[in-house]
Nanobody
Framework: QVQLVESGGGLVQAGGSLKLSCSAS????????MGWFRQAPGKEREFVAS????????YYTDSVKGRFTISRDNAKNTVYLQMNSLKPEDTAEYYC????????????????WGQGTQVTVSS
């Protein structure tokens, strides 16, 4: 059974940084595309970033380009999201997701999801 566990969320002031981690188990991590999504109160879940199994391809939503960086360590079965220059509008629950054969922006091919970690950015 695939398990994804996010960590690293918290409260930070605008302009600050956080690094999210997602530890995966129950899958051959090095063959999965991984993604980060977020959901703010009253809004739909949205794509944030994704990375291919070999880190060759990364994708970002426009609002985080230049501020967020997705990376992975296949030896540690972990994917990361480094978030810099955080803004109040980045406040959301952040979810890690895994896909056997996909690493793009569409959430539908991601079949496994974590429970989320809360990120709150104060102004």
């Amino acid at each position: 059974q695939v398990q994804l566990v996010e960590s690293g969320g918290g409260l930070v002031q605008a302009g600050g940084s956080l690094k999210l981690s997602c530890s995966a188990s129950g899958l051959t991590f090095s063959t999965y595309g991984m993604g980060w999504f977020r959901q703010a109160p009253g809004k739909e879940r949205e794509f944030v970033a994704s990375i291919s199994w070999n880190s060759r391809y990364t994708y970002y939503t426009d609002s985080v380009k230049g501020r967020f960086t997705i990376s992975r360590d296949n030896a540690k079965n972990t994917v990361y999201l480094q978030m810099n220059s955080l803004k109040p509008e980045d406040t959301a629950e952040y979810y890690c997701a895994a896909s056997k054969a996909y690493s793009g922006t569409d959430p539908r091919p991601f079949g496994s999801w974590g429970q989320g970690t809360q990120v709150t950015v104060s102004s």
